[in-house]
């Protein structure tokens, strides 16, 4: 069987210098041992010592006709999250209660000036306010401690993470500015139990939250009011606090990656105006519109389906790729009627001027050769043949080859007429292309110009 041995080594040397205040801090404390000077005999005074004291369930109140008075405050720590799809505010928030209990005052001077103790928060009652917008349950752990004042004042101080619901205005996305609310109210107790006071000043609240906020996550806090209201929601009228956070959304971001990404597509649509029209032409306005269109499935999962107004940005992706599906669309249509007139004119091929001055031509030529074999049978058949009749049948064949060259002459003019001047159709469809592209970049600029002027002052 082992033995084990509790062996403990002290060393003066490896003594810290906090052990040394401490220990000398803790010698001094059993020495002073005046009366009354100890929180205990404060709580066994006040009748707090036992488990089932008389004060610690019942509302703090000399008489049941008074109402007890709650004084609240809230300031924002952080602002974890913003969910737009699921219309929920996430925060961080810092709660100081004060009431007071008439029934735990004592006189500080019979206890060596204790002005101050902390208890349990089970000890004492303290008000049931709950935040109306909460939708998930607290997962900060609660403040486990009362603070408690010689004049009867009880302060309570609890952090919480608040995941309420918030109604979110879209409108002016990524430029818009949120306000959120967070209500606190009785659960049970009416106005005439209750009565909740709050600091008014606005400012100096605004102030106290930016001082202590630590994250904003993708928002800038503004500012921050508080106003109160009355409800009668279970028979009894209730006085409900009412605190308004509004915030900012900082939208560099989203102009980055969205908004200057479509800008660009358009650019690249407005220069495609300088291309001609042909199937290339077509195919790159169907890649450019397929990547807006890439551009608006990234778009719904941001934006919530909820909205009751379309937003403006949704409004920023439709108008554009309406531009540039008409643009599309008109090149599709001016392409068509270029390709229908080079159809007609392979048609009208045969009936073309040029082809009888060929012909006619042809036949000339055919004389020609008719009249040199003739003249050579002539001169080699027939020597006795006069000199003036050769002379008589070549001038006839120079004759004949005199209109034979203006004749040509008169073909190739037809000729060039002809390859200068479009069809009627090509004719038709330049100028609904120099047309279109004044419609075009004139609708741009007025879209684009109405649209960001609706936007600016919010961001402003």
């Known amino acids: 069987m082992s033995n084990y041995t509790l062996i403990e080594i002290q060393d003066e040397n490896t003594t810290t210098d906090g052990q040394l205040d401490f220990d000398k801090a803790s010698s001094q404390s059993s020495e002073e041992n005046p009366h009354y000077c100890t929180y ?57 209660m004060k009431w007071n209990n008439p029934h735990i005052s004592w006189n500080k001077s019979k206890f ?40 009867g004042k009880v302060e309570y101080r609890n952090d919480l993470v ?36 709050f600091n008014k000043n606005n400012t100096a609240l ?49 102009v980055a990656n969205f908004l200057i990404p479509v800008l660009f597509f358009l650019c690249l649509d407005l220069a495609s105006l300088l291309m001609s029209n042909s199937g290339e032409k077509i195919g790159f306005k169907v890649s450019v519109l397929l990547a807006v269109t890439v551009m608006q499935l990234l778009l719904n999962e941001i934006l919530p389906v909820s ?41 009208d091929a045969d009936s073309d001027p040029r082809i009888n001055e060929e012909n006619e031509i042809k036949k000339c030529s055919d004389y020609m050769s008719i009249f040199d074999e003739m003249a050579h049978q002539t001169t080699s058949n027939n020597e006795e043949v006069s000199r003036s009749q050769l002379t008589e049948l070549f001038l006839a ?44 970049v004139t609708a741009v600029t007025v879209f684009l110009c109405t649209l960001f002027s609706l936007w600016i002052p919010e961001s402003d």
Not at 42 to 47: F, G, I, M, Q, S
Not at 316 to 334: D, H, N, R
């Open 307 to 347: 909205s009751n107004s379309i937003p403006l940005i949704v409004i920023y992706c439709i108008g554009i790729f309406a531009l540039m599906k008409l643009s599309l669309l008109e090149t599709i249509f001016v392409t068509y009627l270029m390709e229908k007139d080079s159809a007609s004119q392979d048609g």
């Open 112 to 151: 060596c000036d204790i002005s101050e103790i902390i208890v349990p928060t089970d000890s004492l009652w303290k008000p049931d306010l709950m935040i109306e917008e909460m939708v998930e349950k607290d997962k900060a752990p609660p403040s486990p401690f009362l603070k408690l004042n010689s004049n």
């Open 162 to 197: 608040v995941v309420s619901t918030c109604r979110m205005h879209i409108y002016k996305f990524p430029f818009d500015v949120q306000s959120c609310n967070v209500s606190f109210k009785s659960v049970v107790h009416s106005n005439k139990e209750l009565e909740i006071f």
């Open 206 to 254: 605004t102030k106290w939250s930016r001082r202590v906020m630590q994250t904003q996550y993708e928002w800038l806090f503004m500012n921050q009011s508080v106003t109160n209201k009355t409800v009668n929601h279970f028979g009894f009228n209730q006085t409900v606090i009412v605190y308004t956070i509004k915030m900012k959304r900082r939208s560099a971001l989203y």
């Open 40 to 96: 205990q005999d404060v709580l066994e005074d006040l009748n707090m010592t036992r488990s089932n004291d008389k004060y610690t369930m019942t509302r703090p109140t000399l008489n049941h006709k008074k109402s007890t008075p709650v004084f609240l405050q809230m300031a924002i720590y952080a602002i974890l999250d913003v969910r737009e799809v699921d219309q929920t505010f996430i925060s961080y928030v810092w709660i100081d």
């Open 397 to 440: 064949v120079e004759k004949v080859s005199d209109e034979l060259g203006a004749i040509k002459k008169k073909v190739n003019l037809l000729g060039s007429d002809h390859e200068k001047k479009p069809g009627y159709w090509t004719r038709v469809a330049n100028r609904i292309t120099k047309g279109f592209q004044v419609f075009y």
